[in-house]
């Protein structure tokens, strides 16, 4: 099924050089000043889904769908939303049933559709990289889908369009990838192993082996006894598990690891009781209440673990995972249908803040996707304990607005100095830069107005700029 709009025919597109920028031309000018010393420093992208084995083999990547649509979940989202089915965009079946296979005829129906992405920030992206990355002049079409898929194919069979030679050519300085315990981590081995300076590291996402509901949780705990060779059957034994598997992480470069809990909620029960909640959730059997709660001291015991090995501990929490059950039956997991939903964090972080809270060799970064704890709950605990600093806008609002709404509720309380800069957290290789400038961009524009209203002196909005734009996530992800 396609849309039931007809867009606009194919027309020249070039990227405007002072977009993002505020329209009153004091302020743009002071913006684009600002912009004009972050612009081109290096990137660092310190929590994101890119694959490891892309940098570990350096192939050519595929074809303009099988880049740009079949793995992205923000395309397949927004066509899906009106009606075009996921199969005919190449996403596969679980069950192994028939999707379109034809990466030109999946670009010819994204073409064809690409005017849906008018006013999302997919829109920037992709215009982004289909511009600076592969020099095209239009926005796609049905008119032009042909003439630009052989573009793009033509480049992708270029050594300089090479994963690595892309890597080079975005200035990216730092990339962590995020892998399960359970991986063995042979492409960041081999990445290590091959000679090439780019630095690709891993981050340790534990999920699988701390949510009681993810799916195989007891399996995939007998698999972690295997690797480590600790008796998982027992909690002190299972600590120890996560513990090597930490370390492990670490010698392949990680320095932070990542929770995508459906809460913030944290616990701090005494050992007795924690090992028997431990005996009550390991066959895989747990009751809701207990498997809350078993991520709830889970987080406790990773902050306990983080200030012993000095990782970084990141907590996304706060995503309704695959609302939509058919698309979850049909396709599996990470397909464009979690959903937001409001998060406490003042009440569920307490545990955790009263044992580690004011511990200044740990640093905790929170995230949300409720906005309306930014002013309310996350800043003002920022602002209060050391071990704490905020993470840039997430997911869905990892967007203008949503940036422009993330340092307009959080600066006041909490400054710039407790948060991180921004880091792109995506499956998109080739919106990496592009993410990155959009950050830089609506920074700049927020500090120009702070010095246009004479809130900041230019000097300090430079300062301040370069911080966001890089020092601060080096710093914060010890990068």
């Known amino acids: 099924?396609?849309?039931?709009?007809?867009?606009?025919?194919?027309?020249?597109?070039?990227?405007?050089?002072?977009?993002?920028?505020?329209?009153?031309?004091?302020?743009?000018a002071i913006a684009r000043r600002l912009y004009s010393a972050v612009a081109d420093l290096p990137i660092v992208s310190p929590h994101g889904h890119t694959d490891a084995a892309w940098f570990a083999e350096d192939r050519p990547f595929p074809d303009p769908a099988r880049l740009f649509i079949v793995p992205d979940h923000y395309v397949h989202r927004m066509l899906y939303s009106q009606g075009i089915a996921p199969e005919t965009v190449g996403v596969p079946?679980?069950?192994?049933?028939?999707?379109?296979?034809?990466?030109?005829?999946?670009?010819?129906?994204?073409?064809?559709?690409?005017?849906?992405?008018?006013?999302?920030?997919?829109?920037?992206?992709?215009?982004?990289a289909f511009t600076t990355v592969f020099g095209v002049e239009e926005q796609p079409s049905a008119d032009n889908a042909d003439r630009l898929y052989d573009i793009i194919a033509e480049a992708?069979?270029?050594?300089?369009?090479?994963?690595?030679?892309?890597?080079?050519?975005?200035?990216?300085?730092?990339?962590?990838?995020?892998?399960?315990?359970?991986?063995?981590?042979?492409h960041h081995r081999a990445i290590r192993d091959s000679g090439w300076k780019g630095r690709v590291v891993t981050a340790f996402r534990p999920d699988p082996v701390v949510d009681p509901d993810f799916?195989?949780?007891?399996?995939?705990?007998?698999?972690?006894?295997?690797?480590?060779?600790?008796?998982?059957?027992?909690?002190?034994?299972?600590?120890?598990?996560?513990a090597d598997r930490r370390a492990y992480f670490k010698t392949m470069g990680a320095t932070s690891t990542d929770h995508g809990h459906p809460s913030a909620r944290t616990a701090d029960l005494p050992a007795s009781e924690?090992?028997?909640?431990?005996?009550?959730?390991?066959?895989?059997?747990?009751?809701?209440?207990?498997?809350?709660?078993?991520?709830?001291?889970?987080l406790t015991e990773m902050a306990r673990l983080s200030l012993a090995d000095g990782l970084v501990m990141q907590i996304h929490p706060g995503s309704r995972r695959d609302h939509n059950p058919w698309i979850f039956k049909t396709f599996g997991k990470d397909k464009g249908c979690d959903?937001?939903?409001?998060?406490?964090?003042?009440?569920?972080?307490?545990?955790?803040?009263?044992?580690?809270?004011?511990?200044?060799?740990?640093?905790i970064i929170l995230f949300t996707l409720d906005e309306t704890a930014y002013s309310r709950e996350l800043a003002p605990l920022?602002?209060?304990?050391?071990?704490?600093?905020?993470?840039?806008?997430?997911?869905?609002?990892?967007?203008?607005?949503?940036?422009?709404?993330?340092?307009?509720?959080?600066?006041?309380?909490?400054?710039?100095?407790?948060?991180?800069?921004?880091?792109?957290?995506?499956r998109a290789f080739l919106s990496i830069p592009a993410r990155h400038d959009v950050a830089r961009r609506c920074d700049c524009a927020f500090l120009a107005r702070l010095v246009a209203e004479h809130r900041l002196e230019e000097d300090e909005a430079f300062e301040v700029a370069q911080d966001l734009a890089y020092r601060l996530v080096k710093a914060a992800y010890k990068l």
Not at 93 to 117: K, M, T
Not at 221 to 236: K, N, P, Q, Y
């Open 1 to 28: 099924m396609t849309a039931r709009f007809t867009p606009a025919e194919a027309k020249p597109f070039a990227l405007h050089p002072d977009r993002l920028f505020p329209a009153d031309p004091v302020t743009r």
């Open 93 to 128: 079946r679980l069950d192994g049933g028939p999707v379109e296979q034809d990466p030109r005829a999946i670009w010819r129906l994204f073409a064809s559709n690409f005017f849906l992405f008018r006013g999302t920030p997919s829109w920037l992206w992709l215009n982004h």
């Open 156 to 186: 992708l069979a270029r050594p300089e369009f090479r994963p690595r030679a892309l890597f080079e050519r975005f200035n990216i300085e730092a990339l962590a990838t995020t892998e399960s315990p359970l991986d063995d981590l042979r």
């Open 215 to 242: 799916p195989n949780f007891s399996a995939n705990l007998a698999e972690l006894g295997r690797i480590t060779g600790c008796d998982v059957a027992s909690w002190r034994g299972y600590l120890a598990a996560l």
């Open 274 to 298: 924690a090992e028997a909640l431990f005996d009550r959730v390991k066959g895989g059997q747990a009751a809701p209440a207990d498997a809350e709660l078993f991520r709830a001291q889970m």
């Open 339 to 363: 959903i937001p939903g409001p998060t406490d964090y003042v009440s569920a972080l307490k545990p955790l803040l009263d044992r580690f809270g004011n511990a200044r060799d740990l640093t």
């Open 382 to 426: 920022a602002g209060c304990y050391p071990a704490l600093k905020l993470g840039p806008a997430w997911w869905f609002f990892d967007s203008p607005e949503g940036m422009k709404r993330y340092r307009e509720a959080v600066t006041e309380t909490a400054g710039f100095y407790n948060t991180v800069g921004f880091n792109d957290d995506t």
